[in-house]
């Protein structure tokens, strides 16, 4: 049997809880906006339906929906050139994840890490969106056929599931419908960890506000969360490999590599010997010049939200006119009667 060919379309998502973060930033919509001016189809989508498997305040979400939609603008995603809404205004995406609740199998879900680490002790008390979780996000990427998504390390097994619910719905019904998704987990910063533990990725939901870089938070902010950032007494090395043991050096080292676009190997071979009195101001003044500029126009667009609500719903339209064909032949697939004249 030949193999299907599915032209090359990139889609991913970040949900809108909370302030966009540096590890969000560098592991994933700095990618997207790479990705995007290479000139592939790219599709970005702020997940509204993934924000409420945990619990949100209905006006927090609306306002983090739009600061996220500011968030991608302002890093440079552009509405003429990528397609940027939210997932609740496609009906798709929750319909083709109902029919992946059907294909995902308990035993795949209850393996995934991030089900263990967001319910926690008490599992009983987690909603059934929780665990249900990683079919939605198969859903999110396989209704547009996307074959790339970038993504921080984080979101590896929810991928490799992804790829096992695409091949277990080919293999069920004989067919070569969806494909197998690639993950592109790339650049220097794949996994940004928190500046107040090396051994923790930095995170929206950390309760402390200094382990964070947030995209909204202004120069001097940035420079103090920068300057009290953990570290060790030693200089830096002149190679990574000494760094292995020194997980928040090595943090700084990447988020430096991650700023500047330059490889980690090359940022401690130019600061070889350097003292964190050192480093740290350069990766302040660094980290300013690349995010304040970003948060500034955040602002600036947020002050118009009237226009933002405007470019998510012409983005909705243009990402519903994808993923209704698929879900319609989906749905034909798997033995719905289709009849209305629509
Ligand atoms: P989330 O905020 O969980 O919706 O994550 C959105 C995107 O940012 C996903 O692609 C994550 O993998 C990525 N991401 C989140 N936190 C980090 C981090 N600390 N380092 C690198 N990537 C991250
Ligand atoms: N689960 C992702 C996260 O927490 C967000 C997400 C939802 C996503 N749907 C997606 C990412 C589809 C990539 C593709 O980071």
Redesign the pocket.
């Known amino acids: 049997m030949t193999e299907t060919v599915h032209t090359p379309r990139v889609f ?4 809108p ?1 909370g302030n966009l ?1 540096l ?2 930033y ?3 919509v700095k990618r997207f906006v790479e990705m995007q001016d290479s000139g592939i189809e790219t599709i970005y989508c702020m ?1 509204d339906l ?1 924000a409420i498997t945990t619990w949100q305040d209905p006006a927090d979400l609306k306002r983090a929906t739009r600061e996220l939609a500011a968030g991608f603008i302002a890093s440079g995603l552009d509405p003429a050139k990528s397609i940027l809404f939210n997932q609740s205004q496609v009906h798709a995406h929750a319909e083709l994840a109902w029919v992946f609740n059907c294909v995902a199998r308990m035993g795949w879900l209850n393996r995934m890490t991030q089900f263990k680490d967001k319910a926690g002790k008490n599992r009983e008390a987690a909603s059934v969106g929780l665990f249900a979780y990683p079919a939605l996000m198969a859903a999110d990427i396989l209704v547009y056929h996307a074959t790339h998504v ?6 590896k097994q929810h991928l490799e599931l992804t790829r096992d619910i695409a091949m277990k719905f080919n293999n069920d019904f004989k067919t070569e419908f969806f494909p197998l998704t690639e993950p592109v987990i790339e650049g220097a ?5 928190s500046l107040r533990d090396g051994t923790k ?4 939901s950390d309760p402390s506000d200094m382990s964070r870089i947030n995209l909204t938070d202004d120069a001097e902010t940035i420079a103090k969360k920068i300057r009290k950032a953990k570290t060790d007494p030693d200089p830096l090395p002149d190679n990574l490999k000494d760094l292995d043991a020194r997980p928040e050096a090595r943090n700084l080292v990447n988020i430096y590599a991650g700023l500047s676009g330059e490889s980690a190997e090359k940022v401690v071979a130019d600061h070889a010997g350097a003292q964190f009195g050192q480093f740290k101001p350069e990766l302040a003044d660094l980290a300013v010049a690349k995010l304040a500029p970003i948060s500034d126009e955040m602002s600036r667009l947020m002050a118009d939200v009237a226009e933002i609500d405007k470019l998510l719903g012409l983005g909705a339209d243009r990402a519903a006119a994808i993923a209704n064909p698929i879900l319609e032949k989906t749905y034909d697939v798997v033995g719905m009667v289709r009849s209305r004249q629509v």
Do not use: F, W
């Not at 910063?189 to 960890?193: E, G, H, Q, S």
């Open positions: 991913s998502g970040i949900q809880t973060t590890g969000n560098l592991g994933a997940v993934h970038p993504v921080g390390e984080d979101q910063a794949t996994r940004v960890m990725k930095m995170s929206k």
